[in-house]
């Protein structure tokens, strides 16, 4: 894992990469409600409860928070690909401007995006700011918004491409 382990007075939000390899940076931490729905196995239920009993705070993000996020992933074209606890997770970061401990492209993709900084749970953090579109497999239509099927030719094969 990289980054600096003696940073305390930054706050750490935690995704479940974090209990899932039972590894974070010292300091404040935080994570939110649903990221207990996520942790399958026993030994990161056990994490979780641990670093519960140890400071761990559980934080739900604001409203505001998270239309700010939402808006901002449209921006990248992550929207479609994160979940409403990815979400919260980016709210939280973005509200207390901590850094977010994850392994997962699109929650690094719109923090860095955001300004935040990023910590890989696995080494793996992304290179670059990436912004998506989405493009029909049979006409080749280019368009901002993923849509089920093509407005121009009717396929459904729609799929991420890289914009930028």
Same mark, same amino acid.
């Given at each position: 894992?990289?980054?600096?382990?003696?940073?305390?007075?930054?706050?750490?939000?935690?995704?479940?990469?974090?209990?899932?390899?039972?590894?974070?940076?010292?300091?404040?931490?935080?994570?939110?409600?649903?990221?207990?729905?996520?942790?399958?196995?026993?030994?990161?239920?056990?994490?979780?409860?641990?670093?519960?009993?140890?400071?761990?705070?559980?934080?739900?993000?604001?409203?505001? =928070?998270? &239309? /700010?996020?939402?808006?901002?992933?449209?921006?990248?074209?992550? $929207? *479609? @690909?994160? #979940?409403?606890?990815?979400? !919260?997770?980016?709210?939280?970061?973005?509200?207390?401007?901590?850094?977010?401990? =994850?392994? &997962? /492209?699109?929650?690094?993709?719109?923090?860095?995006?955001?300004? $935040? *900084? @990023?910590? #890989?749970?696995?080494?793996? !953090?992304?290179?670059?700011?990436?912004?998506?579109?989405?493009?029909?497999?049979?006409?080749?239509?280019?368009?901002?918004?993923?849509?089920?099927?093509?407005?121009?030719?009717?396929?459904?094969?729609?799929?991420?491409? !890289?914009?930028?």
């Amino acid at each position: 894992m990289e980054g600096n382990y003696m940073q305390t007075d930054v706050w750490n939000i935690l995704d479940t990469c974090a209990f899932f390899t039972q590894m974070h940076p010292n300091g404040k931490i935080a994570t939110v409600t649903n990221i207990k729905d996520e942790i399958i196995n026993r030994q990161s239920k056990q994490y979780y409860s641990n670093l519960k009993s140890k400071g761990l705070k559980i934080i739900e993000p604001v409203t505001e =928070s998270l &239309d /700010f996020i939402k808006e901002k992933a449209k921006e990248t074209g992550d $929207l *479609d @690909v994160l #979940s409403l606890t990815d979400i !919260k997770i980016l709210a939280l970061g973005y509200e207390l401007q901590g850094t977010i401990i =994850s392994d &997962d /492209f699109a929650i690094q993709n719109v923090s860095l995006y955001n300004g $935040l *900084d @990023v910590i #890989s749970c696995s080494g793996k !953090k992304i290179k670059e700011i990436r912004i998506w579109k989405y493009r029909c497999s049979a006409c080749k239509l280019v368009t901002d918004k993923k849509s089920e099927t093509c407005n121009i030719c009717g396929s459904n094969d729609i799929f991420r491409i !890289k914009a930028k």
